[in-house]
């Protein structure tokens, strides 16, 4: 019976682990590059026919020539909406509405820009590899508790162990691709 709470404290662990990760690559999604990245908008809404909806639900997102956004909604009738929400949002971008879509132009970040979201990745970063820990903490109490005989315990808890170092290991891949990307010119 321990053994079963063990292994399901282990899968527990594991999937808590991967939403970590899932968080840190839709933050890291959020992080502007001077690249045109569709999932620049994910975070904005609008009211469409009284239901809080996506842009990219209700318009179809293409880029254009790299460092452009062209949004199309299904339904012209929403484009003065859309192009509301994304005057009001934290992208700090201006739509150009030209009667059937709206394009957003990126501007290429400055190198001391780069260099401040290098850092704000970082953190990002960090902040996912304290909460991967927590988790190892939270699954190693949770084992203690389960009064396994030592052996069993301690192979348990390397278990644990593992998984931190791989997810672990993860974030750090996925902070130097988001780093490089911020960086390349």
Do not use: C, W
């Not at 690249?35 to 809404?45: E, Q, V």
């Not at 239901?51 to 997102?61: E, G, L, Y």
């Not at 162990?161 to 390349?184: A, H, P, S, W």
């Amino acid at each position: 019976m321990n053994h079963e709470q063990a292994d399901l404290i282990l899968m527990e662990a594991e999937e808590h682990m991967q939403k970590s990760i899932r968080v840190l690559e839709s933050e890291f999604a959020q992080v502007r590059t001077g690249r045109a990245n569709p999932s620049l908008l994910d975070h904005i809404h609008i009211d469409y026919y009284g239901a809080d909806s996506p842009i990219n639900q209700v318009s179809s997102i293409s880029v254009v020539e790299g460092s452009q956004l062209y949004i199309k909604p299904y339904d012209k009738s929403i484009l003065k909406q859309i192009e509301t929400a994304i005057y009001a949002s934290d992208l700090g971008l201006n739509p150009l509405n030209d009667g059937v879509g709206i394009r957003l132009i990126l501007p290429q970040p400055t190198e001391e820009r780069r260099r401040a979201l290098v850092k704000d990745v970082d953190k990002l970063s960090e902040h996912t590899k304290i909460s991967i820990r927590n988790i190892r903490r939270d699954a190693n109490d949770h084992m203690k508790k389960l009064s396994l005989p030592e052996d069993d315990e301690k192979g348990y808890l390397s278990d644990v162990q593992e998984l931190t170092d791989k997810y672990i290991k993860l974030v750090d891949e996925k902070t130097k691709e988001k780093t490089n990307e911020l960086l390349k010119i």
